[in-house]
């Protein structure tokens, strides 16, 4: 016996089977349909949803536009004004009244014309001086005192002889206290013999000293000898 043989259905079966599955796929197709159309409405909902989402989105703030800087206006330019420069007028001194002569003046009435004074001289101010000392006085050696009984100074005998004579002055340095300190020839006689006897002569003599102002001070003096033969 052959197991693997299959049997055919019979005519009626088979057309069962038929109308079974016809009607099975005509209800699949119908689920199909019908979740087809839910899903694609809840599609249509759902998507359009998610769009307006992102679509709608804040208003962006409103940027005003910046005003615009308004610069203070320039101050208007300095007026410059003309420059008036005073000038100084010359002073012009009024005229002075000058006397016209009458035609037929009276016997007394003095004639003539009356000329403008000139302007007095500007008055110096007054210089002071700081009053001058006066000098001191100065009071000069002598030798000519009675008291002091110089000798003559000697004629030496061969001047004599030989008939030499002249004059000599010696410049004599006299102390405060009258004695000479020094002598000097200031003029020669012309013989050498005078002159020597002349300085011996003025060294020994005595003097009144010379003073300053009262005082008594050293001083130079010059002391005159004449030699003359009688």
Known sequence: MNLSATRPFPAGLSRNATIVGAVLLLHIVALWTLQAG???RATEIVVPVQILAQLITPPAPKIEPPKPVVLPAPPPPPVKRPVTKTVARPHVRAPQPVAITDPAPEPAAPVGVVTPQPPAPPIAAPIVQAPVAP??????????????QNPKPPYPPISKRLGEQGKVIV???????????????KQSSGFDRLDHV???????????PGKRGGVAEAMWFNVPINFVLE
Not at 171 to 185: F, H, M, T
Not at 198 to 208: D, H, L, P, S
């Open 38 to 40: 839910l899903l694609r």
């Open 198 to 208: 002349a300085m011996e002569t003025v060294m020994k003599w005595r003097y009144v």
């Open 135 to 148: 000098p001191a006085r100065v009071d000069l050696p002598s030798s000519n005192a009675d008291y002091l």
């Open 171 to 185: 410049r004599v340095l006299i102390e405060v206290d009258g004695l000479p300190q020094k002598a000097e020839l």
